[in-house]
């Protein structure tokens, strides 16, 4: 993202970059970066939401209480990690 943004400055000819396209300006780039980048971030999370909402139905994404409550190395490889009392 910092990336994204910068490249906006970046390009401009005064820093070395090769400058923007014709109609373009700084504010211009800048805004269109900002959009990209807030575009990425959220196809990001709908994919993210989508994704753990299938997860979720076809294996759930929690472990059972009394597997929570006892410990996931009991519950999971039948032995404690560490002794602990």
């Known amino acids: ?7 906006a400055f970046f390009t401009a000819s005064e820093l070395g970059g090769v400058g ?3 109609g373009m300006s700084l504010p211009l780039q800048l805004k269109a970066q900002v959009l990209g980048i807030a575009a990425a971030a959220l ?6 939401w989508g994704l753990g909402k ?8 929690r472990v059972l209480p009394d597997e ?7 519950a999971t490889h039948g032995e404690r990690a560490y002794d602990s009392g």
């Open 1 to 7: 993202m910092l990336g994204t943004f910068l490249a």
């Open 20 to 22: 923007y396209a014709a």
């Open 43 to 48: 196809w990001s999370a709908a994919i993210t």
């Open 54 to 61: 299938v997860l979720g139905a076809a294996v759930g994404l």
């Open 68 to 74: 929570e409550e006892e410990g996931l190395d009991l």
